[in-house]
């Protein structure tokens, strides 16, 4: 029980700060809205920023949350951690010397890739996007080196300050805005997101010497650890593709759109939905991840299968009404995230429009990150694998027939299809090993989450068309309205989940009455 209250906590923590680097990344999204627009300096920019985050997510993510997490806790606990800090070292060396490689390689073939992921850029858009792309290239050996020391805290206990580097990260590029505003134009908000992304490996240094880890380069040509990364990488590597191949691919046919501003608006739009989704689901798989790892390296199985249960009732609990109202709030949200300044009614249409089709895959997204955090653990790629493959798959086939039909609205819905699909491929493997992930009782419960949600939306329609607010409204009155329709959303939730007697609201309950009580 007290482990069980501890762990909660930390979760509740991490929801917090969290949240708070979300706001801030929220924020900064609405700065470079209100100052560019979806004109060709956005469009450029968030293009060429997107790029260096693709090969990143591609290549480096997966070794790091996926390969090197188990194989760092299975020395932990089978060599102690001595030893466990030397692989540490070798592995870190060998993130450096590889995202320098990519990084080398993608400033010299900057042309290259602008065309590939914005073919439909006019010559002037696509020649300031090559020109930021190699400015901004070296966030990729910056954000492996943060990535990597993530790692190490999480495996060691500490969550709270992995869970804040991005506060770093946004706070530099919110100072900047405060401090030259536009003078330097997309250049100089380019040198600023080069710098937040090299603030988000040093604020984790006095956290690591306090847990005595300080990072000494040491060769990983004869780490045993290394080989098996390598090893584990390469079916992990495509099922870790899946989001950012698709965006990248949905990206691609935006830039046909709207003269280049369905790029943009497909940016922002995706930006805002993985700020709403990911203070949930990050929250939660940073610590049930290690945890995993934990239970899988000492072959408890019913361990196992416990906190993956508990983890996917949990998820969905909190993003089915999250699903229902960002559709029902879609255009509210875009509104006062983005709107005013540059960001006109015609970019808010777009946007909202895009968020809206979005939205329809966040159960899928958020299963899918549980589901393949557990596989991960378990470090068995295989299902990943074969889910990535038919997720992308699916999207790009999507993406031809919607953009025709749909435009930017189609892009987003290809997207949302594509993660239902990677998380039934994820599901039904683990469905048939563990019994227990899906079960009568707990078929009723989802419904009862479901109903719970669909009333919620009604509410939030009703207050929707009652308060009708446009973008050049303030932003204190949209922010307002907004968090008057966010808290009714809430609870009208709480309330029917609790008439019909879902059991997750006896514990929010419980724990808002403890805090009280206090």
Same mark, same amino acid.
């Given at each position: ?246 965006? =990248? ?33 990050? =929250? ?74 979005? =939205? ?118 949209k922010g307002a309205v907004f968090l008057g329709e966010t808290l009714a959303g809430v609870i009208v939730y709480l309330a029917v989940a609790g008439a019909v007697k879902l059991e997750e609201t006896a514990v929010v309950f419980g724990y808002c009455r403890r805090k009280l009580g206090k």
């Open positions: 029980m007290v482990k069980e209250k501890n762990a909660l906590r930390t979760i509740n923590y991490i929801i917090v700060i969290t949240l708070i680097g979300k706001l801030m990344g929220l924020y900064r999204d609405r700065l470079i809205a209100v100052t560019f627009g979806t004109g060709m300096d956005a469009n450029a920019f968030l293009t060429a920023s997107l790029i260096p985050r693709v090969f990143f997510d591609v290549v480096f993510a997966s070794a790091i949350t996926s390969c090197f997490i188990p194989i760092f806790n299975e020395y932990l606990t089978r060599d102690g951690e001595k030893r466990g800090f030397f692989f540490a070292h070798s592995f870190i060396t060998l993130m450096i010397c590889a995202t320098a490689l990519i990084t080398a390689l993608g400033m010299v073939f900057s042309g290259v890739l602008v065309n590939l992921f914005g073919e439909g850029f006019d010559a002037a858009t696509a020649d300031l996007c090559r020109q930021l792309l190699i400015y901004m290239f070296p966030t990729v050996i910056f954000t492996g080196v943060a990535f990597a020391f993530v790692g190490i805290l999480q495996s060691l206990g500490e969550f709270n300050v992995p869970a804040a580097i991005s506060i770093v990260s946004n706070g530099v590029i919110i100072l900047y805005f405060f401090l030259f505003g536009a003078d330097f134009g997309v250049y100089g908000l380019a040198a600023a997101f080069l710098l937040g992304w090299l603030g988000q490996a040093l604020i984790q240094l006095p956290s690591l010497k306090k847990r005595n880890y300080v990072y000494r380069p040491r060769s990983f040509l004869r780490e045993d650890g290394i080989k098996k990364v390598l090893l584990l990488m390469a079916p992990v590597m495509v099922s870790t593709w899946v989001q950012p191949v698709n965006i =990248s691919v949905a990206t691609r046919f935006a830039s046909f759109l709207y003269e280049g501003s369905g790029a943009s608006a497909l940016q922002y739009a995706n930006n805002l939905y993985t700020v709403l989704i990911g203070v949930i689901v990050l =929250s939660i798989t940073n610590v049930i991840f290690p945890k995993m790892a934990k239970l899988s390296a000492a072959k408890d199985e019913v361990g196992f299968a416990r906190v993956l249960s508990v983890s996917m009732r949990s998820v969905n609990f909190l993003l089915i009404p999250l699903t229902v109202g960002t559709m029902a709030l879609s255009a509210d949200a875009v509104n006062l995230i983005y709107g005013g300044g540059e960001f006109n009614a015609f970019s808010l249409t777009i946007t909202k429009d895009a968020l809206f089709w979005l =939205s329809l895959g966040m159960l899928g997204f958020g299963a899918q990150t549980v589901l393949t955090r557990a596989y991960f653990a378990a470090q068995k790629g295989k299902a990943p694998l074969l889910a990535g493959v038919a997720s992308i798959f699916v999207n790009l086939c999507c993406c031809f027939v919607f953009v025709r039909w749909l435009g930017l609205s189609g892009l987003a819905l290809a997207s949302s299809l594509a993660a239902v699909v990677n998380a039934a491929f994820l599901w039904v493997p683990l469905q048939r090993k563990y019994k227990a992930l899906w079960h009568k009782a707990l078929c009723f419960s989802y419904l009862k989450m479901i109903f719970a949600a669909v009333v919620m939306g009604g509410v939030l329609l009703f207050l929707h068309d009652l308060f009708v607010l446009d973008a050049a409204a303030s932003t204190l009155l």
